[in-house]
């Protein structure tokens, strides 16, 4: 499956920003799927993920402020983020799970104080 993602931008402190991604297959449905992000000289770190069941979860350090969703009609997943921090600012990159890992090649959100 390939994935597509798209939305990042610069923003200030305290806006909002939505991802959306994109995915190339036709059981869409049957992935879980969801969001990682690399900040410069930091590792990989989830933030949140949307299960084939519907089910979500959140990193802490999102929890509150970001909604994932998902629209199996459009085979697209959507990151809503509000209330923006410049700890926020990283590489956002989704994934696609069915056994094997599939990675977008990620959007840049820079969120300045």
């Known amino acids: 499956v390939q994935l597509q993602a798209s939305g990042g931008g610069l923003v200030h402190a305290g806006e909002s920003l939505r991802l959306s991604c994109a995915a190339s297959?036709?059981?869409?449905?049957?992935?879980?799927m969801g969001w990682y992000r690399q900040a410069p000289g930091k590792q990989r770190e989830l933030v949140a993920i949307?299960?084939?069941?519907?089910?979500?979860n959140y990193a802490d350090f999102v929890k509150g402020r970001v909604t994932i969703s998902r629209d199996n009609a459009k085979n697209t997943i959507a990151l809503q983020m509000n209330s923006l921090k410049p700890e926020d600012t990283a590489v956002y990159y989704c994934?696609?799970?069915?056994?094997?890992?599939?990675w977008g090649q990620g959007t840049l959100v820079t969120v300045s104080s």
């Open positions: 949307i299960t084939s069941g519907l089910r979500t």
């Open positions: 297959t036709n059981i869409f449905s049957q992935y879980d």
């Open positions: 994934y696609a799970f069915r056994f094997g890992t599939y």
